[in-house]
T-cell receptor, first 114, second 115 residues
Framework: AQTVTQSQPEMSVQEAETVTLSCTYD???????LFWYKQPPSRQMILVIR??????QNATENRFSVNFQKAAKSFSLKISDSQLGDAAMYFC???????????FGGGTRLMVKP | DTAVSQTPKYLVTQMGNDKSIKCEQN?????MYWYKQDSKKFLKIMFS???????INETVPNRFSPKSPDKAHLNLHINSLELGDSAVYFC??????????????FGPGTRLLVL
């Protein structure tokens, strides 16, 4: 079974600075997908970014980018120019070939200081 | 327009009661899911339906019964509610069954509190 680990329960960053959230996973599959979801206090789960394992190029979405290290099974999220609205829980998720379910990490709470 | 909607947003009930949570998606997706998020924020898949057929049924007590009247709806019925059922329940949907290639879109969640 796949597992996803987020080793940082909480992180804080100064507004306008850059922060990196860590995620590691364990799998024996070669084809899979990785996701970062954001959960603000409203509880809505919002897709931030996704990465296909077969792509070597790291995904980027505006201020959000990932560092995908397939051999190391690492998938970190970098948030540049942090904004107050970035404060939320961030979940790393793995999607493989065994059905279409997502396996989530335990989440990292990001606080943004003004 | 809300893509994936759930009702109710909050549900407070007594132990032993039976309750339902409704989910609707207007994205034209074929696959819908239920996830449970416990008090420690841990999210876990419960069920997955594709075109009204059950695809995934994780280790969930049979007090939980999903019902899909059509592919735009996946309701969750819970019998004989227990304290441990208190959680936030998320509905999600995706276009097809191509594994995780299909991005899942989540509803706003339903916070269930069992007293």
């Amino acid at each position: 079974a796949q597992t996803v680990t987020q080793s940082q329960p909480e992180m804080s960053v100064q507004e306008a600075e850059t922060v990196t959230l860590s995620c590691t996973y364990d799998t024996s599959e070669s084809d899979y997908y990785l996701f970062w979801y954001k959960q603000p206090p409203s509880r809505q789960m919002i897709l931030v970014i996704r990465q296909e394992a077969y792509k070597q190029q790291n995904a980027t979405e505006n201020r959000f980018s990932v560092n995908f290290q397939k051999a190391a099974k690492s998938f970190s999220l970098k948030i540049s120019d942090s904004q107050l609205g970035d404060a939320a829980m961030y979940f790393c998720a793995y999607g493989g070939n065994a059905g279409n379910m997502l396996t989530f990490g335990g989440g990292t709470r990001l606080m943004v200081k003004p | 327009d809300t893509a994936v909607s759930q009702t109710p947003k909050y549900l407070v009930t007594q132990m032993g009661n039976d309750k339902s949570i409704k989910c609707e998606q207007n994205l034209g997706h074929d696959t819908m899911y239920w996830y449970k998020q416990d008090s420690k924020k841990f999210l876990k898949i419960m069920f997955s339906y594709n075109n009204k057929e059950l695809i995934i049924n994780e280790t969930v007590p049979n007090r939980f019964s999903p019902k899909s009247p059509d592919k735009a709806h996946l309701n969750l019925h819970i019998n004989s509610l227990e304290l441990g059922d208190s959680a936030v329940y998320f509905c999600a949907s995706s276009q097809g069954l191509a594994g995780a290639e299909e991005t899942q879109y989540f509803g706003p969640g339903t916070r269930l509190l069992v007293l």
